[in-house]
C-alpha cells in the first residue's frame, strides 16, 4: 500500500490529503521517534506525520500530488534512519518485516551472546578476588582490559556508532548516552593502567557489565515487542494468497467439477468467478453463484459456530470454506475488501497516538541533552563542590585502594582504616582488586610496611575525580527515554491487536484516551437496540382505496417502500410475500429520511409516513383514527400512515422487538457509572416503551427526531450537560451523530460509511461488544498510564540516585553497571505490562 487517498464521505468532492505509509528502521528511543516526525513535518507538502516506535512504521498525510514518497524516504535514509516506502500488498510487507525481525533477532542474540561470555569471565576474576582465590589469568588486570577492549569492538561498536550517528545529526539518543558512558568508563581505566602513579582506580569490568545488561535488556524488549504485535501479525497471515480463477463461467452448465486456474489473489477482479474447495480460504469478498456451504467466520466476527451460505449470500475474504463446494463472483478485490479495510485500520490506530503521550514526546525531544546536562552537572558538583563538603566518600576511595593492595601482599595493615569507608567504598566503586586497581598493580613489589606516603596522598587527591567521573556515567547510563518512548505504542498494539481478534475495531490511542472519558452513551432505537427485523402487527383501512385497480392498503405500501431500503420498508414487503400477494408497479419515487416516502401507485400519489408528515402535506386525520394511533404507539409499535390520492386510507403498525442482549447491555453500562440513552425517530409513545423495557428514565428517552437532526441531539449533550458522549449506530443514517459524538461506536454494516465514521467499529453485529469495546479501551488506557508513570518515576528517581544524593548521608549510590541493569530493566516492565493486559482482557 503506497498512497492511500483519504475517504471523504461526499464522493463529488475530490480527496485532498493522501497517506503515505513508510517502514523506518534504525529508531531506538522515543528521542529517535521526535526526530523521525521532525524530519517529516519539516518536508513541503506534508500535514502530519505519526511514528510508532514499537512497529517501526511512519504515517504521513500530505497535499495530494505534492510530496514524492520516494524522495521522503530517501530522506530519513540520508538523515541516518533506513527507510522504505511500502509498495507492496500488506501480505508481502508483512513478509518482508517478518524476515527483517527475525534477522534483527539472529544478530541480536549473537552480539548478547559474545556480551555474555565476555561478562561471565569478568565476573569469574571479580569474584575470585572478592574471595582471594587465585586463578589464572583471570584475575589480571590487562586480561579484564582485553575484555572490555573485545565488548566495545564487537557486541558495542552497533551503539557507539549510532550513538556518534546520532550526535552528528543533531539528534543525540539512547545510543548517544550509552556509548558516551561506556567509553569514559573505558578511557578513564585505561588512563589509570597506562599511568599508575596516578593513582586512579580502574573498573574495566563496568563497559562489560554496562554493555551486557544493556544487550540483555534489548533482546528481551524485542522479544517481548513481538509477542505484543502477535495478535496484528495473526490478522496479517488471514489475507489469501491464491484463488481459483474460473475462465469462462457458464451459469446454466457450472459444476463442481469445472476447470479453475490458480492465480494470486491480489489479481482477482470485480465480476471474475472464483471457485472455492472445502478447505480454501475465501480469497475476496463476492456473492455465492453455485453450490452451498458452511463458513467458518470466527475471523472477522469471533464467532466459533458455522454460517450456513447458499445461492445470493455474501462471503468474506479470509473467511474459511468448511463442507462444500461453491462459485463465487468477486464484489470486492484488493484492498477494497473487509479484511484488507481492518489490516489498514488496525495499522493506522497503532499509529494514532493518545494526547497523554504528547508529554512523554516533549519529554522525550529535550530528553538527551537534560540527561547529558545533568552528568555535567553532577560532574562538576562533586568535584568542585561535594566531594570537598563531605571529604569521606574521597578518602575510602584512597583509603582502600591502599589497604587492600597491602592486604594481598599480606600486611599486618587493616583493610579500612576508618569506620564504614569499606562499606562507602563498596558502594561508589568496587574494592581494588585485580581487575580494578592500578595502585595495587604498582605496588605489587613492594612490601605494604613500605607504602610512601606521597602515593597515597596522591590516590587520596585523585580520588575525587574518580568519584566525580563514576557518578556522572551513572548518570548518563541510568537515564531511559526508552521506556516512554514505549509507553503508548506497545498498549496500543496489543489492545488494538486483542480488539481485532474479538472483532472490535478501536481506531487509536486518541479513541482509548476518549473512551475512558466517557459519561454517556446514547443508542439509536431501530437496528441497534432493536433487531432491525421488525414485523407487521397491524392492518387497518380506514377508507376506501381510491385507486381504480382493488388493490388491498399492504400491497399499495409495498409498492410504494419498493424504493427505500429502510427496515420498516422491508416489513412490509415480506408481509405482502408471506400473504403471497403481487406487487404493483409505483415510479417517482421521493423520500424524507425519518419522516416518509411517496410515489405514484396507478397514476395516483401515495403517501406512506407518520401522523406529523401527512398533517404537513393536507392530509387530515380524523379524532377516532388518531386515537387509534396513540393505542397502537403505547403498545410499543410504529405507525405508518397510508395517504391515497390526499386521504388517509390507512394504518400499518410494526413492531420491532430488542436484541436478546439489549438489556443485559444497558444493566452493564449503568454498573459501569455511564448513562444510557435512547435516541430514535419514532413516536415519543413507541420510544418511551421500548425504554420502559430497559429500565431507562423518562428523560433518557429522546424521540421524533429524524435522522438530520440527531447530531444537534448530541451536540446540545455536550454543550449544556457538558457530557461526553459515545453515539451507537448503525453507521449509514447515523453518520452525522457518529462525527459529531466524542466516539462514535457503529455496529457493523458493511459498507465504507460504517468504516470511516465511527471510531469503534463492531464487526459482530452485536450488542454487548459496546461493553467489551469500553472495557478495553478503559483497560488498554489504563496500562498506558501505568506506563507512562512508571516511566516517568524511573527516571525521577534513577537520575537523582546515580547523581550521588544519598551518598552523602547512607553511603549509597548506583554504580555504572548498576545504572545499565535498571536502564534496561525499564524498558523490559513497560512492555511486559503491555502484554499483561491480554491477561486482564479475559476477564473483560
Request: hydrophobic share 45%; net charge negative.
Amino acid at each position: 500500500m503506497q498512497l492511500v487517498p483519504k475517504t471523504n464521505l461526499n464522493p463529488e468532492l475530490a480527496p485532498t490529503s493522501e497517506t503515505i505509509i513508510l517502514d523506518v528502521g534504525g529508531m531506538k528511543c522515543a528521542g529517535c521517534v521526535n526526530a523521525v516526525e521532525r524530519q517529516l513535518t519539516q518536508y513541503p507538502g506534508v500535514r502530519t506525520a505519526c511514528v510508532n516506535l514499537a512497529t517501526e512504521v511512519a504515517v504521513v498525510e500530505s497535499e495530494v500530488g505534492v510530496v514524492d514518497p520516494e524522495a521522503l524516504a530517501k530522506r530519513l535514509t540520508t538523515a541516518g534512519f533506513p527507510t522504505q516506502l511500502r509498495k507492496a500488498s500488506n501480505q508481502v510487507a508483512f513478509d518482508d518485516s517478518t524476515q527483517r525481525q527475525r534477522q534483527e533477532m539472529r544478530e541480536a542474540f549473537k552480539q548478547l551472546a559474545i556480551a555474555a561470555i565476555l561478562l561471565v569471565l569478568s565476573g569469574i576474576g571479580h569474584f575470585s578476588s572478592i574471595t582471594g582465590s587465585k586463578l589464572p589469568i583471570l584475575d589480571n588486570i590487562w586480561f579484564h582490559c582485553g575484555l572490555a577492549t573485545v565488548a566495545i569492538l564487537i557486541p558495542g561498536r552497533p551503539i557507539i556508532v549510532d550513538g556518534w550517528l546520532g550526535w552528528q545529526r543533531n539528534a543525540p539518543n539512547m545510543n548517544t548516552l550509552i556509548g558516551l558512558g561506556t567509553l569514559t568508563a573505558y578511557t578513564a581505566s585505561l588512563v589509570a593502567l597506562l599511568f599508575p602513579q596516578m593513582g586512579w582506580e580502574c573498573f574495566f569490568d563496568e563497559p562489560v557489565m554496562m554493555l551486557g545488561f544493556i544487550l540483555l535488556g534489548r533482546t528481551l524488549e524485542r522479544q517481548a515487542r513481538g509477542r505484543a504485535a502477535s495478535a496484528f501479525r495473526q490478522l496479517l497471515a488471514l489475507q489469501p494468497q491464491i484463488a481459483r480463477l474460473i475462465p469462462n463461467p457458464d451459469p446454466e452448465k457450472w459444476g463442481v467439477g469445472s476447470n479453475s486456474l490458480e492465480i494470486p489473489a491480489e489479481q482477482v477482479r470485480v465480476g471474475e468467478w472464483l471457485q472455492v474447495l472445502p478447505g480454501d480460504k475465501i480469497p475476496v469478498d463476492g456473492e455465492v453463484r453455485f453450490g452451498q456451504t458452511t463458513i467458518d467466520e470466527s475471523m472477522l466476527t469471533g464467532e466459533s459456530v458455522p454460517v450456513s451460505k447458499q445461492l445470493g449470500d455474501i462471503v468474506t475474504a479470509g473467511t474459511l470454506n468448511q463442507s462444500g463446494a461453491i462459485a463465487i463472483q468477486a464484489t470486492r478485490t484488493g484492498k477494497d475488501t473487509t479484511l484488507a479495510q481492518i489490516v489498514a485500520l488496525v495499522e493506522t490506530a497503532q499509529t494514532r497516538k493518545a494526547p497523554v503521550q504528547k508529554l512523554a514526546d516533549t519529554v522525550a525531544g529535550y530528553f538527551t541533552y537534560g540527561v547529558l546536562t545533568a552528568s555535567v552537572l553532577t560532574f562538576v558538583f562533586w568535584y568542585f563542590f561535594g566531594t570537598h563538603i563531605w571529604p569521606d566518600v574521597t578518602m575510602s576511595s584512597g583509603v582502600e585502594i591502599m589497604s587492600h593492595a597491602a592486604h594481598s601482599q599480606h600486611s599486618a595493615m587493616p583493610l579500612a582504616t576508618t569506620e564504614g569507608t569499606s562499606r562507602q567504598f563498596a558502594q561508589v566503586g568496587k574494592p581494588a582488586h585485580a581487575t580494578g586497581s592500578a595502585t595495587q598493580w604498582l605496588l605489587s613489589t613492594q612490601h605494604a610496611a613500605q607504602l610512601p606516603l606521597p602515593l597515597t596522598a596522591l590516590s587520596t587527591q585523585h580520588s575525587a575525580l574518580l568519584t566525580s567521573l563514576k557518578l556522572a556515567i551513572a548518570v548518563m547510563v541510568v537515564a531511559c527515554p526508552c521506556a516512554l518512548g514505549l509507553a503508548t505504542p506497545t498498549a496500543i498494539l496489543v489492545g488494538t491487536g486483542i480488539g481485532a481478534e474479538r472483532g472490535l475495531l478501536i481506531k487509536g490511542g486518541d479513541v482509548l484516551e476518549k473512551v475512558h472519558q466517557l459519561d454517556t452513551v446514547v443508542f439509536d432505537k431501530t437496528g441497534t437496540l432493536t433487531t432491525g427485523n421488525p414485523i407487521v402487527t397491524d392492518c387497518l383501512e380506514v377508507s376506501h382505496s381510491p385507486l381504480s385497480t382493488p388493490y388491498s392498503l399492504i400491497q399499495i405500501a409495498a409498492a410504494v417502500e419498493s424504493g427505500t431500503y429502510h427496515p420498516l420498508a422491508k416489513a412490509i414487503q415480506q408481509e405482502v410475500q408471506r400473504q403471497q400477494l403481487s406487487i404493483p408497479n409505483a415510479v417517482d419515487f421521493h423520500t424524507e429520511p425519518g419522516l416518509g416516502v411517496s410515489a405514484v401507485v396507478d397514476q395516483t400519489i401515495v403517501l406512506l409516513g407518520n401522523h406529523d408528515w401527512l398533517s404537513w402535506h393536507g392530509v387530515a386525520v380524523n379524532e377516532i383514527t388518531q386515537q387509534e394511533i396513540q393505542r397502537l404507539a403505547t403498545a410499543g409499535k410504529t405507525v405508518v400512515c397510508v395517504a391515497v390520492g390526499g386521504t388517509l386510507a390507512g394504518l400499518i403498525a410494526v413492531q420491532d422487538t430488542l436484541r436478546p442482549d439489549a438489556q443485559a447491555t444497558v444493566d452493564k453500562l449503568h454498573q459501569k457509572g455511564l448513562r444510557v440513552m435512547l435516541l430514535s425517530g419514532d413516536r415519543p409513545e413507541a420510544a418511551s416503551a421500548i425504554g420502559k423495557q430497559l429500565g431507562l428514565d423518562s428523560a433518557d428517552v429522546i424521540a421524533g427526531v429524524p435522522p438530520g437532526k440527531k447530531a444537534a441531539v448530541i451536540q446540545e449533550l455536550q454543550t449544556k450537560s457538558a457530557s461526553k458522549v459515545a453515539m451507537v449506530g448503525d453507521g449509514i443514517n447515523d453518520a452525522p451523530a457518529l462525527s459529531q459524538a466524542d466516539v462514535g461506536i457503529a455496529l457493523y454494516s458493511g459498507t465504507d460509511v460504517a468504516m470511516e465514521t465511527a471510531e469503534i467499529v463492531l464487526m459482530r453485529d452485536r450488542l454487548s461488544d459496546v461493553v467489551e469495546s469500553i472495557g478495553l479501551s478503559r483497560a488498554t488506557f489504563n496500562k498506558i498510564r501505568q506506563n507512562l508513570f512508571w516511566a516517568f518515576a524511573y527516571n525521577t528517581l534513577g537520575i537523582p540516585l546515580a547523581a550521588g544524593v544519598l551518598l552523602p548521608t547512607m553511603g549509597f549510590v548506583l554504580s555504572p553497571s548498576n545504572a545499565a541493569a535498571l536502564m534496561a530493566f525499564s524498558s523490559v516492565s513497560v512492555v511486559t505490562n503491555s502484554i499483561l493486559l491480554r491477561r486482564l482482557a479475559h476477564r473483560l
